[in-house]
């Protein structure tokens, strides 16, 4: 996500700050910009695009200064542009923050903050941060931020200077990580994550939730927000520049896997609001009543962004009761066919710049049709000419295999389907409310499936060797079914092939012999089409096929009849893709680097299939 910098100390911050920003591009930015104090002056300077951009016009505007932070933004909220850059400022500009994280409360704190006089500049959830110290502030910097931050809600990692308190660097956390560099007495710089830190030193202060620290040329002090004094131990670094970008992970592909709890709950942040049993998906507005009112969905995408689409129909079918057809990008943009006004189109697309889609979009808008966004990368060409959407809130995918997408796409969607199933009233109060609770401990359930990652590991280390893989589900976890197959393949160059369970019978079954592994999804034991599965298990036992089952914890049946087992926890049937998925991408990751592939970059791919 959005990286932070700052600096206090003797020397010139401009190249400190520029070197963080640089050194924190592998998280993928659409926005910089950097603010100085000098004397009791603020002066900055923001620009859209790299730090490379913003480089070039530092050398005509040159800013002075030996207290200042930086910011490379990686949009969430409002477009990427040079108002929507951070930092953000006070009415008056005496004050500068920047932040990474999302403020739910923003709206609000917007409203008020307005009518008590303060004017707003940007689109960005951020801005509500320094107007509201700037409201609270009496003389009192440090205590001006706690009181602003007793009344926010939602995830933030900020530093501010103050042009009036000009030997001071604040640092906050809540949910966002935040790390002081301490070179010397006096002398510090803070980041989002110690990549931008590790070129000046390796001593390093963890910052905690709910702590703040004050930062001068004296010394630092850290406090909480009820100003209750804190020690904290400087730990020392021992990462290499590459392992601290990759946060110790071999591959960004395995750390954007285990990064899951956290963008799943950042799907859902603000969004599931069970105490209310009500769904709040404000990038759709009005448009979620109009679009409960729909005859049909139909939804265009492609590669895994289609198959959590694929998803989707099952959900707005059985849940929402809306007839859904799912479109390849490639295949939809060339149909003859004119667009229909009662229906509701989607595009999803994690990048939000895929040729294809965007081309089904651009039919869909020619034909005067409604078409919504599911999207990850905020300010993209998708995001922009969609009439409405919801955005991911993933953070950026480095891995050009897919992971953190498919599942926070499949989370919108739950998301979206439990929205349309209360318009449409297709499922009883009592039942939204038992799935929404289901829905709230995903992250943690996924964080439980990732603690068994070895045993996939084993998995992969015996099943490395074979060059043909089948992948089976049925109802929900069919188009996990065809991700597991995508991942496999993409990644290890292994031929994979996806079936839905009971298609099998109808021609595969030729292929089921001792070579050929079958990874069944055999999960949600109390759904009628268990037992076809089972059935389905028994037919490819029969003619000697290997079976690695995912299965649900507490199910011991099954250990008799497949040759491996992996338990994922219960939950309510419709968010078994969400768990389902997780050992398959662990499985395709670790046969990946068994048979020593480029997991991250695998040969022929890129990450945004701009071309058709
Ligand atoms: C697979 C993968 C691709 C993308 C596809 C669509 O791991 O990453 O199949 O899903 O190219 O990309 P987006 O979602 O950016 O439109």
């Known amino acids: 996500m959005c990286g932070i910098i700052g600096y206090i100390g003797p020397k010139n911050a401009i190249p400190i700050l520029l070197n963080g920003l640089n050194r924190l591009e592998y998280r993928g930015y659409d926005s910089v910009g950097v603010s100085l104090i000098n004397q009791d002056e603020l002066s900055y300077l923001k620009t859209k695009g790299r730090v490379a951009a913003l480089e070039e016009q530092l050398k005509e505007k040159r800013l002075q200064g030996n207290l200042g932070i930086g910011h490379s933004r990686w949009a969430t909220h409002g477009q990427p542009n040079e108002i929507n850059a951070h930092p953000q400022f006070d009415c008056q500009k005496e004050l500068a923050l920047v932040h990474n994280g999302i403020i739910e409360n923003y709206t609000s704190l917007k409203k008020w903050l307005k009518q008590h006089g303060h004017r707003f500049c940007s689109d960005t959830d951020t801005e509500v941060l320094p107007h509201l110290i700037r409201e609270y502030y009496q003389g009192d910097l440090l205590l001006a931020v706690q009181q602003a931050l007793h009344l926010v809600e939602g995830a933030y990692g900020i530093a501010l200077v103050f042009s009036k308190e000009p030997d001071k660097l604040i640092v906050a ?7 002081i560099g301490v070179v010397a007495r006096g002398e510090y710089i803070v980041a989002s994550d110690p990549t931008a830190i590790i070129d000046y030193t390796k001593q390093v202060i963890y910052l905690d939730d709910g ?79 109009r679009i409960a009112k729909v005859k049909r969905v139909v939804i265009a995408a492609c590669g895994t962004s289609w198959h959590a689409g694929l998803v989707g129909e099952y959900l707005f079918e059985n849940i929402a009761n ?21 229906v509701a189109y989607f595009v999803i697309s994690q990048s939000g710049e895929t040729a294809d889609t965007l081309q089904s979009l651009r039919k869909i808008k020619q034909g005067k049709g409604n078409v919504f966004g599911i999207v990850n ?93 089948l992948y089976l589900g049925r109802g929900y976890n069919f188009p996990v079914a065809l991700e597991g197959a995508l991942k496999l393949k993409e990644i290890s160059y292994i031929h994979a092939e996806g079936y839905p369970a009971a298609e099998m019978k109808h021609g595969p079954i030729s292929l089921i012999d001792r070579q050929m592994p079958v990874v069944v999804l055999a999960t949600d034991t109390e759904d009628v089409i268990y037992q076809k599965v089972i059935n389905n298990i028994e037919e490819i036992k029969a003619r000697q096929g290997r079976i690695i089952a995912i299965a649900t914890e507490g199910n011991k049946q099954i250990t008799k009849l497949v040759d491996e087992v992996f338990y ?30 480029d997991v991250d970059k695998p040969r022929n791919l890129a990450k945004s299939v701009t071309v058709e």
């Open 377 to 469: 990368t905020v300010g993209s060409t998708i995001a922009r000419e969609t009439t409405a959407g919801v955005y991911l809130h993933a953070g950026p995918e480095i891995g050009v295999a897919s992971t953190k997408s498919f599942t926070s796409q499949v989370t919108v969607l739950a998301l979206l389907t439990l929205a349309l199933a209360r318009r449409r009233k297709t499922i009883p109060l009592k039942e939204l409310e038992s799935r929404m609770i289901a829905l709230q401990k995903i992250p943690q359930q996924v964080a439980s499936i990732l603690k068994q990652h070895k045993k996939i590991k084993a998995l992969a280390k015996k099943y490395c060797r074979y060059n043909n893989f």
């Open 568 to 597: 994922i926890p219960k939950t309510n049937g419709y968010l078994t893709p969400l768990l389902n998925v997780i050992p398959l991408q662990l499985l395709s990751y670790y046969i990946a680097v068994q048979r020593g592939c």
């Open 173 to 179: 956390r809540y949910g966002s990580p935040l790390v």
């Open 211 to 289: 702590e703040i620290a004050v930062l001068t040329r004296q010394g630092m002090k850290i406090v909480t927000l009820d100003n209750v004094r804190i020690d904290k131990k400087i730990q020392v670094v021992k990462w290499n520049l590459e392992e601290i970008a990759k946060s110790g992970f071999p591959h960004f592909m395995l750390k954007e896997i285990f990064e899951q709890p956290k963008t799943i709950t950042n799907s859902l942040r603000g969004r599931l609001l069970v105490k209310e049993k009500d769904i709040s998906l404000g990038g759709l507005g009005d448009w979620l009543d």
């Open 322 to 342: 809306l007839p859904t057809e799912v479109e390849y990008g490639s295949e939809f943009r060339y149909k003859q066919i004119s667009i229909d006004p009662s």
